[in-house]
């Protein structure tokens, strides 16, 4: 199951401008000849869909409990429909958002990092997974904000908290973010390739 394909994916703060890049990436790999295709969560899957309807645009959020246990069920639909068929067929599938996102924002949000980890047991583990660090300053005044911008500011410094305490454990590769668009996605690539080359010495 899932042999020859890879499962990547891509993470980062709202407006870090991670779904250009995830989209970009897809791009750049077929170009060098690569069977790629881009996925992301929430999934298109009815739980996905539901997510995107009743929590993220609803105007009454739904306890952070609810949220992550209604992401692992939808990442359940999204390794089984979307991911294991692609990896079946040897593609490479790149990932905008995977459970690191469910232990950054769910994690940041008060929950334990273990109790995240369990609920997402069986989400199955990418061979790569990177980080586009962009501070949260910089994505603050990019997005809408929906609440007070310091409250804003509060929760993306959380969830970046998190994150980079996934580099430091080795489960994300950092890739700087603050810089241009071109630049990022020169280094998400290298590292992708990188990866692809020698699979054996980064997963
Ligand atoms: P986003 O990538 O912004 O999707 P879209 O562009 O379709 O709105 O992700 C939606 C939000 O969901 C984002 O704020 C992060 C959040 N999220 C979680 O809190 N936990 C998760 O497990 C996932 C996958 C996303």
Redesign the pocket.
Known sequence: MGKKGFFICVEGL?GCG??TQTKLLVERLEAKGYDAVYT???SLGKIGKF??EY???GEKRVSSIV??LL??A??FEHVENEVVPALDEEKLVIS????Y??L???GA?GLSLEWIRKINEHAKRPDLAVFIDVEPETVVQRLKPTKSVMENLGTQRNVQKVYMKLVEKGELVRIDGNRSKQEVADDILTVVLGFLEKPSLTS
Do not use: N
């Open positions: 709202d991670k779904t992301a969560e929430p997510i995107k929590c993220l645009h949220e992550a992401f692992a939808d990442r905008d958002r995977y459970v996102s469910s950054a924002y769910q949000a």
